[in-house]
């Protein structure tokens, strides 16, 4: 791992999740933590610029739809525990699961939007198991 994606691992870590974990206890009333798996970004660093856009905004924008009222946010409240993330080598690769309260998004981050989750399919994704 480089200089370039130490500085960038640290950057997410000490602002950006924290910040999207303080959007997203505006957004349903509880803070969800970000889980993600740091080694597969060692020598991505284009893979953890699009971190944010690509997961977390999306994530978020999922959240705020299915959040609009009390029943939603109660609903993600009670079954959603984390979301991590998993950077994989190639859009052929990606997966979205949501299981045992983890959202699970395993994106190919380097390749940018295409190699992620909108945020309607992540919406579709939390929906479906509440």
């Known amino acids: 791992m480089g200089l370039t ?21 505006e957004i349903c009333g509880q803070g969800i933590p970000y889980e993600v798996d740091w080694e597969g970004f060692a020598n991505d660093a284009a893979g953890l610029n ?5 997961s977390c905004h999306r994530v978020n924008m999922a959240l705020r739809v299915i959040c609009q009222d009390d029943l939603g946010r109660e609903a993600i409240r009670e079954a959603l525990r984390s ?32 190699g992620a989750f909108s945020d309607g399919e992540i919406r579709e994704a939390l929906m479906s198991k509440l």
């Not at 994606?5 to 206890?25: H, M």
């Not at 699009?50 to 690509?54: A, K, M």
């Open 5 to 25: 994606e130490k500085r960038k691992i640290k950057e997410l870590q000490e602002t950006v999740l924290p910040d999207r974990v303080k959007e997203i206890a």
């Open 83 to 114: 979301i991590r993330l998993t950077n994989v080598p190639d859009v052929g690769a990606k997966k979205l699961t949501f299981d045992h309260g983890v959202l699970h998004l395993q994106c190919a981050y380097a390749q940018g939007l295409s």
């Open 50 to 54: 699009f971190v944010d856009n690509v």
